[in-house]
C-alpha cells in the first residue's frame, strides 16, 4: 500500500487546513486508517483515527473539538479538517493504514498496530 499526504502549508493561528490521505496498491476499505505527527527532536504522536467503516473516531486531547477526521466514499481515503490551528499544532502529520482487519479506532493510538504509513505533509501555524 502507498499513500499519499497531501494538504500541509503555512497558515497563521485560528486558520483552517484539511489533510488527505489516499492509499494505492491494494483496498484500505476493512481497516482503520489515522494520523499522527511529528516535531523535530520528539516521538510520533497520535492525533486522529476512524475506524474500518467510518462510524467511530478516536481524537487526543490536543486537538479534540478543532479537528475532525473522516473517510471517502470508497474508504481508500481519509482526511483531517483542522480549525482553530495553533502554533503547537505545527509538526510533520502522516497518515497510517492499521495492520487489523475490521480495525477499530481505538487500535490506532498503539503504534505498533500501523501496518503502513505515508511520506507527511509540513502543516506550519505562525504566531
Known amino acids: 500500500v502507498q499513500l499519499q499526504a497531501s494538504g500541509g502549508g503555512l497558515v497563521q493561528a485560528g486558520a483552517s487546513l484539511r489533510l488527505s490521505c489516499v492509499a494505492s496498491?491494494?483496498?484500505?476499505?476493512?481497516?482503520?486508517m489515522g494520523w499522527f505527527r511529528q516535531t523535530p527532536g520528539k516521538d510520533r504522536e497520535f492525533v486522529a483515527a476512524?475506524?474500518?467503516?467510518?462510524?467511530?473516531?478516536l481524537y487526543s486531547d490536543s486537538v479534540k473539538g478543532r479537528f475532525s477526521i473522516s473517510r471517502g466514499n470508497a474508504k481508500n481515503a481519509v482526511y483531517l479538517q483542522m480549525n482553530s490551528l495553533k502554533p503547537e499544532d505545527t509538526a510533520l502529520y502522516y497518515c497510517?493504514?492499521?495492520?487489523?482487519?475490521?480495525?477499530?479506532?481505538?487500535?490506532?493510538?498503539?503504534?505498533?498496530?500501523?501496518?503502513?504509513w505515508g511520506q507527511g505533509t509540513q502543516v506550519t501555524v505562525s504566531s
Open positions: 476512524i475506524n474500518w467503516s467510518g462510524g467511530s473516531t
Open positions: 496498491g491494494r483496498t484500505t476499505s476493512s481497516y482503520a
Open positions: 497510517a493504514v492499521g495492520r487489523t482487519l475490521f480495525g477499530s479506532a481505538q487500535s490506532m493510538g498503539d503504534m505498533t498496530s500501523i501496518e503502513y
